[in-house]
């Protein structure tokens, strides 16, 4: 029998990507707090516990030591959606493979990962469940697992789910492995569960594998992040979840009670949190319910910061796909939901008149104020930030009884929000991975595969037609982009984002120093990116790139602005540009070089 004192456990993070579940850096997710947790409740040493990312042990070879001398290897991961990440490359089979190989100790493997596994994390994949020699695979909740395979002394656990009570425990006990994540302090976002399970049965899902909603209580939630911010953690997304509207009511309908708890309880035990961000929410909550719907969205508007996204599953807006594949919401309906979420939550905070922005969120604002009853706001008079709360849009092509009209449906749709005056904070475009247990395994990737060719030009003409213009909308020049973290350089630029639900990718002229954070604004667009000019900008220091990365600002302009340096004031340099660069321009002390 082992002692659980004496155990030294390794846990090795692979990742995991799933419909209602992120955990790519710079984001973390529940399973390895809730797996460290577990340990720690079932009497492991917290000193005895080590976390690695996949990416740690590919950057320093020198910790899978950790993984070989272990008594305990655990791996996590898992990706039940296609993707391609900037902050993160998941494990690839081989390397899980390896892992279980290196480890002399007992091995154990959970998370998604035990829906399948495919041999690339790419759309138009079919998977299937192996255990890549792992001594035990968890069927069930990984942190159960754990915790009763611990207590057995090793010898083995029944694959069960855990409740309530020890969620509400592990998720407070387990807090602590964040400050052995590599991203730890300032570039990490700790992804929230609230919920699991759905009310519905898409056909492509793995969420209703999880069953019929079960939600975490607000104290539940509101304790872990206490924990998480006593250990440092300052950013959170309220992600794990089908539909956050639906939160603590019967499973479909909303109940604005107990999100006020949830969100005002976090704001209250996280008072210094710098980023409050959500995913999923259901579009046909909103239209079902749409006066408790409106309730809960004014709630989270309030309590939120700025840039979020409530992303909607409409995968389609065919009627015959949707009938084929039960998807639960029509593009009429989903319309409706867009205009909703714009009224009630796509103002702009930092106007003069907003109470509800703080002080680091108020920039000078090219209007005299702003009203949220008149959301959504855009044009030349806005503040100068992100929306607070904007729909984003979820597409899957590859789905039972697609045909050529379905691509033509979905542009459609997204036109016709874009023409009615309304705001897309993102669109996703995706091809289906089919799983075992859902109905889609039948169907498996043979339709994505044969549409491969119609889905590339629909979704560069998509990019081209609405994105980019919905974008300029969402944020024209002069938005300003605040904690913008420097991640990589290319083509003479250094690129960055916010942390968050779906940051925008930001392009800065010049190559700056990495892992560093600057506040930016908006001076041109992309398809989903934006290039950005520090904010503010020091016109008696500004680069010639930066000078020219301005609109309307050519080589002749910029090059005499750096000729006929120092100004006192932005208006000394008497510029004529056809945009208004003291939104953003400033100008400091001149000090002559040597
Ligand atoms: S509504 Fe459909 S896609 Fe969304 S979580 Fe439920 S089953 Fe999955």
Redesign the pocket.
């Known amino acids: 029998m082992t002692d659980p004192e004496t155990l030294s456990v390794t846990i090795v993070d692979g990742y995991v990507d799933e419909?209602?579940h992120f955990g790519v850096p710079p984001y973390i997710s529940t399973y390895p707090r809730y797996t460290a947790g577990a340990l720690v409740d079932a009497g492991v040493a917290r000193e005895r516990i080590t976390y690695h990312t996949i990416d740690r042990l590919r950057d320093e070879p020198d910790y899978w030591r950790d993984v070989d001398e272990a008594d305990l290897l655990i791996y996590l991961g898992g990706m039940t959606v296609p993707g391609k990440y900037v902050g993160g490359t998941p494990a690839e089979p081989d390397e899980v493979r390896k892992l279980a190989w290196t480890a002399t100790g007992t091995s154990l493997m959970g998370g998604p990962v035990k829906f399948g596994v495919g041999d690339e994390n790419a759309g138009a994949t079919e998977t299937e469940r192996q255990d890549l020699d792992f001594d035990f695979v968890a069927k069930g909740d990984v942190e159960a697992a754990v915790h009763d395979l611990v207590e057995s002394g090793l010898e083995g656990f029944n694959n069960r789910m855990r409740d309530v009570d020890e969620v509400s425990r592990w998720a407070q006990d387990g807090a602590f492995i964040v400050e052995q994540h590599p991203n730890h302090p300032a570039y990490l976002i700790a992804e929230l569960e609230t919920s699991r399970g759905?009310?519905?049965?898409?056909s492509f899902?793995t969420?209703?594998l999880y069953g019929n909603p079960t939600f975490r209580p607000p104290p539940s939630v509101v304790s872990e992040v206490d924990a998480l911010s006593n250990c440092g953690v300052k950013h959170f997304r309220i992600g794990r979840q089908?539909?956050i509207l639906a939160y603590g009511g019967d499973g479909e309908a909303p109940n604005p009670d107990a999100l006020r708890q949830l969100y005002s309880g976090i704001r209250e035990v996280a008072p210094d949190l710098e980023t409050l961000h959500l995913d999923n929410m259901?579009p046909i909550t909103i239209v079902n319910w749409p006066e408790k719907s409106r309730e809960g969205i004014r709630i989270i508007a309030e309590h939120n910061t700025a840039g979020d996204t409530a992303a909607f599953?409409l995968?389609s807006a065919d009627p015959v796909v949707q009938e084929e594949n039960n998807?639960?919401v029509s593009a009429e309906e989903c319309f409706e939901a867009v205009k909703i979420v714009n009224e009630e939550a796509g103002w702009r905070p930092g106007g003069p008149n907003d109470p509800r922005s703080s002080e680091s969120e108020r920039v000078p604002a090219a209007s005299a104020g702003e009203d949220p009853a008149d959301a959504p706001t855009f044009g030349d008079d806005t503040p100068r930030r992100l929306p607070k709360l904007l729909p984003g849009i979820n597409l899957l092509h590859g789905l039972k009884g697609e045909r050529e009209e379905t691509y033509e449906r979905n542009r459609e749709f997204l036109q016709r929000v874009y023409d009615e005056g309304y705001m897309l904070r993102r669109i996703n475009i995706r091809q289906v991975m089919a799983f075992d247990g859902t109905d889609m395994s039948d169907t498996g990737a043979e339709i994505a595969n044969e549409h491969k060719k119609l889905f590339k030009r629909y979704k560069r003409q998509v990019r081209e037609e609405i994105d980019q213009p919905m974008l300029e909308r969402v944020a024209p020049p002069g938005t300003v982009l605040p904690n913008i973290h420097l991640e990589y350089h290319q083509d003479g630029k250094t690129f960055g984002r916010q942390l968050g639900t779906y940051p925008l990718l930001v392009g800065i002229p010049g190559e700056r120093e990495l892992e560093e954070t600057i506040d930016v604004a908006v001076v041109d667009h992309g398809y989903r990116s934006v290039t950005g000019v520090p904010y503010p900008l020091d016109l008696n220091d500004a680069s010639m790139d930066e000078l020219t990365a301005i609109p309307g600002v050519g080589n002749r302009t910029a090059g005499d602005i750096v000729v006929n340096r120092p100004y006192d004031s932005v208006a000394d340099a008497e510029l004529e540009t056809e945009f208004d660069l003291a939104q953003f321009m400033t100008t400091r002390t001149f000090e002559p070089a040597d």
């Open positions: 419909p209602a759905c009310a519905y049965r898409c899902c969420e209703p089908a539909d259901n599953g995968e998807l639960n």
